[in-house]
């Protein structure tokens, strides 16, 4: 039962191969391939089959916010090593590995914005740094960005894109959860909205923390939104995983989600969702 | 005295001294800072070896549950049953009692002692309806402002196909928000495994204290190690390396004080270790009782907010 206890997605030594690898700009959904200013262009969605492929924090930004409009804030927070955490490499390595590949301090943006002439906050996650896991700079951003949006009373839309807690902080990554619960708390006290668009994946402590907690949540097609991934389920109970375990699909059928919402029409809809609640 | 008694000595102060900040000073000025000292000394040198004893003893198949305590220092106890929506989660039991002559809602992970019951509790597993039952039983703990007590002993909430079905983390993030609503004491020990999400969903209290031998930790050692090592077998490092001792968690400021256990852990006494458990429920329950609610909710969302390391 060992892996029962085990809420993020693992890889395990005797796991079959991993398929083939292929580039990541081929669809994995029908294998049609593209350039990155074609994907650029199209919002990362597969012109040919739809699929959503991960679009980067900024983009998506860019792809809300009015063109120019977007102020970001608490950009210079960064995580620490409170365990002087090792495992087969140091936490710091990871760290300043994850910033010079991804040009990104942390796992997450957050900031203000105008959508069609009105102010709105951010808080977008990018699962490109270290899987999108939340640690306690995650946690305190996310605080940060309600905590501006119930200030400025300005709506705060916030886009979850994570594998779960960062291991690497322990415990102090769990506390997370509950930290950016009282924080959503605190935005729902003050009674500003909280626009939710989850984006896979939207997994484990992220799921189980202020993700699941929007006025409106929203998804995208495909994503995979689960407390516990597919593998180790299957890994733990040995049960028949249905075809579609996990995925937006499933959590709209099953009322956990409001809509499924493709890329393309995310911007206008996130604009009627803010004009109901001015 | 052997180096092994004098952690004893210290714990048992530690946890007689519960009434916290203990670590930050402020109540205790001269004994804390000594214990501080002598702590800081302790644990350069809690090996990897003393971890992992603590992982045994938090699963030790013989370590009192839930319902051990409550028959030791529950009086007139009733259990609750339900969600009602749709089951009775064994894995997750709550009711209503006296302690000490006060009326409490209480609910807490149970494992099973023999195979039926290990499956029919699902190894201390909860569903979502099990926190939807916890939310029940925090709806009535604030209704007539009776003090609301968590015994936290789970390997982590369950994972299956209609447990996600059913919106696990959705429970889970549910059942911390209506923790930080209450305008009622509240007050989480973990007794065993404080197995991440599932754990935390019903811990988000006033005061969290830990057994000496329970763990707390964002993922199993297994888990941890099967992704970080890419093999379960370094469970041990993978411990060594988050620490999810109570000493640890204590210096990071996730719990507020750590209970006694009777020597060589729970399992060996169960009277001892209710005795001891009791002693801090009720130490931190007559703290709590001056405090207006309004003040104890704000207090709690401070501590959690303020929860983290970060530059």
Redesign the interface.
């Known amino acids: 039962?060992?892996?029962?206890?085990?809420?993020?997605?693992?890889?395990?030594?005797d796991a079959p191969p991993p398929a083939e690898k292929k580039h990541p700009n081929t669809c994995p959904k029908c294998g049609s391939h593209y350039r990155d200013d074609e994907l650029d262009a199209a919002l990362w969605v597969c012109a040919h089959c739809g699929h959503h492929y991960p679009m980067r924090a900024r983009k998506r930004i860019e792809w809300y916010a009015d063109a120019g409009s977007f102020q970001e804030e608490a950009a210079d927070?960064?995580?620490?090593d409170?365990?002087d955490?090792?495992?087969?490499r140091p936490y710091t390595e990871r760290l300043t590995e994850a910033e010079l590949n991804t040009g990104q301090s942390e796992a997450i943006v957050i900031g203000q914005a105008t959508l069609d002439g009105h102010p709105f906050a951010l808080a977008v996650m990018d699962f490109s740094f270290m899987g999108g896991s939340m640690?306690?700079?995650v946690?305190?951003k996310f605080?940060r960005a309600c905590d501006a949006a119930a200030e400025r009373g300005i709506p705060l839309v916030s886009v979850p894109s994570s594998g779960g807690?960062r291991?690497?902080?322990?415990?102090?990554?769990?506390?997370?959860?509950?930290?950016t619960?009282?924080?959503?708390?605190?935005l729902h006290d003050a009674r500003v909205p909280l626009i939710t668009v989850m984006s896979h994946p939207t997994?484990?402590?992220v799921?189980?923390?202020?993700?699941?907690?929007g006025d409106v949540t929203i998804a995208e097609p495909g994503a995979l939104?689960?407390?516990?991934g597919p593998r180790?389920?299957q890994q733990?109970?040995r049960?028949k995983?249905?075809d579609d375990?996990?995925l937006a699909e499933?959590n709209l059928r099953?009322?956990?989600i409001d809509a499924i919402v493709p890329r393309p029409q995310q911007r206008a809809y996130l604009a009627r969702v803010l004009r109901l609640f001015r | 005295m052997s180096e092994r008694d004098q952690e004893v000595n210290l714990r048992q102060r530690l946890s007689g001294l519960s009434r916290l900040p203990l670590l930050r000073g402020a109540r205790v000025d001269g004994e804390a800072k000594r214990l501080e000292e002598q702590l800081e000394r302790l644990q350069q040198d809690t090996s990897d070896e003393a971890i992992w004893r603590s992982v045994e003893l938090a699963r030790h198949p013989e370590r009192p549950y839930t319902l051990d305590y409550v028959e030791r220092f529950v009086d007139d106890w009733v259990e609750l049953h339900g969600d009602r929506g749709r089951a009775d989660d064994g894995a997750l039991v709550t009711g209503l009692g006296k302690i000490d002559g006060r009326t409490i809602t209480l609910v807490g992970h149970q494992k099973g002692r023999d195979v039926k019951e290990r499956l029919d509790r699902q190894f201390g597993m909860a569903y979502p309806e099990g926190y939807h039952k916890a939310m029940r039983l925090m709806e009535i703990a604030e209704r007539f402002q009776f003090p609301f007590i968590s015994l936290v002993d789970t390997p982590g909430a369950y994972p299956g196909v209609a447990a996600e079905q059913h919106g696990q983390g959705g429970a889970i993030a549910r059942s911390q928000a209506e923790m930080v609503r209450l305008t009622v004491p509240t007050v989480a020990c973990i007794i065993g495994e404080g197995g991440s999400g599932g754990a935390v969903a019903i811990a988000v209290s006033d005061r969290v204290l830990m057994q000496e031998n329970a763990i707390y930790s964002v993922i199993t050692p297994e888990g941890c190690a099967a992704i970080l090592w890419r093999d379960a077998g370094e469970a041990k490092k993978a411990a060594a390396a988050f620490k999810p001792d109570a000493l640890h968690c204590l210096d990071l400021g996730v719990i507020d004080g750590i209970v006694a256990e009777p020597p060589g852990g729970a399992q060996t006494d169960y009277d001892t270790a209710a005795r001891f458990l009791k002693a801090a429920l009720v130490e931190a329950l007559d703290e709590l009782d001056e405090t207006p609610g309004e003040e104890l909710r704000r207090r709690r969302r401070a501590k959690f907010r303020g929860m983290g390391v970060f530059a």
């Open positions: 039962m060992s892996d029962a206890r085990i809420d993020v997605q693992v890889e395990h030594r927070i960064r995580s620490e409170p365990l955490f090792f495992d087969l640690g306690s700079a946690g305190e605080s807690a291991m690497q902080e322990g415990i102090l990554s769990l506390m997370q959860l509950p930290k619960v009282v924080a959503v708390e605190e997994t484990a402590g799921l189980a923390s202020f993700a699941s907690l939104i689960a407390f516990t180790v389920v733990t109970t049960e995983l249905p375990f996990g499933q099953f009322g956990h």
